[in-house]
């Protein structure tokens, strides 16, 4: 398929299935491969704990890109910590990452809650989608990526009733 061919393909969010697990592992292995890309059991747990996850998938319903929003605490005080998202090699570039974030953010937003994560201190493209998306640096974890020894900046957003405050 060619760039132009991609653009103009409708993409559809749906909650991830878990027949799409096997996929998914595909996919963190071409995305991670220095980083411990999550294994199956890993995905099934997630499935399993109540987080929100979403795929993005073409008109053929084939996976594009997943992520996922784990939910902490109780009701009235949650946070939330997005741990993963990620969009094939050849489908990068075409908004599903940006689809994907807004459809965890407005999950996080139905809550009012605070959402958390870690990035790659070098990963440039997440860390510009999730600046645009809010999201402000508050520190750094050394050595936070395993076997890479890579840094992470460790990021928030604050809870949408606190948007007008801080962001
Ligand atoms: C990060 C990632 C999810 C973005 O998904 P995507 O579908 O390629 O992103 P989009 O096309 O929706 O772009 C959304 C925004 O992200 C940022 N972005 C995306 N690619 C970028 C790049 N190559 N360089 C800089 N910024 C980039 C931009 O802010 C962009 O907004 P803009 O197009 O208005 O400038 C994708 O690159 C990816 O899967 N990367 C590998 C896995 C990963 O690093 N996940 C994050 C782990 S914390």
Known sequence: MTASERAAQPTTLAPLRRSDIPRCVEIEHLLFPGDD???AAAFRAELSSGAY????????????GYGGLAILGTRGNYDTEVH???????WQGYGIGAALITGLLAKADALDAPVFLEVRTDN???????????????????GYYQPSGADAYTMRRPPVSRNEVDR
């Open 53 to 64: 996850y979403l795929g993005a998938y073409d008109g053929d319903g084939a996976l594009l």
């Open 37 to 39: 890309p999550w294994s």
């Open 124 to 142: 440039d493209a997440a860390i510009a989608l999730y600046e645009k998306n809010g999201f402000v640096r508050m520190g750094v974890r050394k």
């Open 84 to 90: 993963t998202i990620g969009v094939v090699p050849q």
